[in-house]
């Protein structure tokens, strides 16, 4: 290890070992207390980490510093908190509405990588290399087997990504593109929906022609893009994952969820009783609390997504997290204010 490296490993203090096989240690900054993620590798683009460390894009891991030692990558990257998917599958397989939420999360990640100029292919998406935070968001990790889409290329020059996962492209029959990625989601699903990766795509229930088509052997065959596959996944999340139409609270049939959401609608029926204490113009006071459980009731759909409302209102989502707020924002202003301005505006009317 040359000076300049000693120097710049020397700000951080390892305080655990996250994986020794692949040799990723949980550090900290020795100035700032900042936590990071130091990881070693000798399998690696610099190309794209390099792209990667420039354009930090969403739900990946930020890198911090890029420092060669000999023929290995070290990568300083942001700690993310939570437990990775293949932890989770561990424990329990999923439901095929979660496993579907998930996977529309996981193709806002990949649309800015494969849309980027040059395209960055992932390569070795599997469920060690996905997190889930603590929020329940997605992020996508370990980029090592990673590279850029080259046109007119043949076929890959490395070969490389996991058994069970990888495409058949990777083994060197074309060169990789995002329908190799969409691939390596096929397989995910099966994995998070049955607990095997070589599990038969009829075993995937009502996800199982999504899976088929995402891992067939030819890549024109496939999802052409991430996009074209979100869309289908959330087809199927309204048409048949449970009733679209029922309302949120019972979609899921938990006994919890059904009382919670029982309680809340009694709640807002009763508003239509509180006694007018002020004796208000009886039309204005009971077109009011109608106004209120109107709004109560559009907040209730939005935070729940009722039949994707969240996703489209009052623009369509975007993978970068500030526009996702910014749009949250917005939503709940709009959803509060706009039947209140209304009912105002009615109210002087008839006042008028």
């Known amino acids: 290890m040359d000076h300049e ?19 990723v240690d949980m550090v900290k900054h020795v100035e700032t207390g900042e936590i990071f993620v130091m990881k070693r590798t000798g399998n690696y683009d610099m190309a794209t980490y390099r792209l990667l460390q420039e354009r930090n894009f969403p739900w990946i891991p930020r890198i911090r510093d890029l420092t060669t030692d000999g023929d290995s990558l070290i990568i300083i990257e942001d700690y993310v908190a939570g437990r990775t998917l293949a932890e989770i599958i561990e424990d329990h397989r999923l439901e095929e509405k979660d496993t579907a939420d998930m996977v529309m999360q996981l193709c806002n990640i990949l649309k800015p990588l494969h849309g980027n100029d040059p395209k960055i292919i992932h390569r070795d998406i599997k469920p060690s290399n996905i997190i889930i935070d603590n929020e329940g968001s997605v992020h996508l990790i370990d980029f090592d087997a990673s590279r850029s889409y080259e046109p007119g290329k043949d076929r890959d020059t490395v070969l ?61 065959k496939r999802y052409s893009d991430v996009d074209e596959l979100a869309q289908a996944l959330k087809s199927v999340t309204l048409k048949k994952l449970g009733d679209s139409w029922t309302p949120p609270g019972f979609r899921t049939k938990k006994p919890l969820h059904m009382i919670l959401a029982s309680a809340w609608y009694f709640t807002l029926a009763a508003l239509f009783f509180v006694p007018n204490v002020d004796n208000m113009n009886p039309y204005e006071y009971y077109t009011g609390i109608a106004t209120l459980v109107l709004s109560l009731l559009l907040f209730t759909f939005y935070i729940a997504d009722y039949r994707g409302f969240r996703e489209v209102f009052p623009y369509k989502s975007k993978a970068d997290s500030r526009w996702q707020m910014l749009r949250y924002i917005l939503a709940s202003v709009i959803i509060f204010l706009a039947p209140i301005s209304a009912w105002s505006i009615i109210v002087a009317l008839i006042a008028g």
């Open 5 to 23: 490296t000693e120097f710049a490993l020397s700000f951080y203090k390892k305080i655990d070992t996250l994986s020794e096989a692949h040799d």
């Open 160 to 220: 490389m990504g996991t058994l069970d996962y990888a495409a058949p492209e990777q083994y060197g029959f074309s060169q990789s593109d995002e329908r190799t990625d969409i691939y390596s989601v096929g397989i995910l699903m099966k994995t998070m929906l049955t607990g095997r990766a070589d599990s038969a795509a009829d075993d995937c229930g009502k996800l199982a022609g999504i899976v088929e088509k995402c891992t067939r052997m030819d890549p024109n």
